[in-house]
């Protein structure tokens, strides 16, 4: 197994990572955002207001998109451990 595979599997692997995570970051980003659009509007500083709307966002979209990302890691693994032995080999 040379560096080069091991190169390409970890670039792979990084490249799953940020699809996966992506949603999930994307819904607590965008929710932030309108946290924070909403506290400068009405001048409300609580700090729960911040973190719980964030939370939930965060939750839901893991709920939603749960199937699809264990979905997208599992065909990766699959394909990791088909191709092993062509790497050993």
Do not use: C, H, N
């Not at 980003?29 to 946290?35: R, S, Y």
């Amino acid at each position: 197994m040379g560096e080069a595979v091991v190169l390409d599997v970890g670039r792979q692997a990084l490249f799953i990572v940020i699809i996966v995570v992506l949603p999930v970051l994307g819904a607590g980003l965008i929710t932030g955002l309108l946290v924070a659009i909403f506290q400068a509007t009405t001048q409300i500083q609580e700090q729960t207001l911040a973190f719980v709307p964030k939370i939930f966002a965060v939750l839901g979209s893991i709920a939603f998109f749960g199937p699809w990302i264990m979905t997208t890691v599992v065909e990766f693994v699959q394909e990791l451990l088909r191709t092993i032995p062509t790497y050993v080999g």
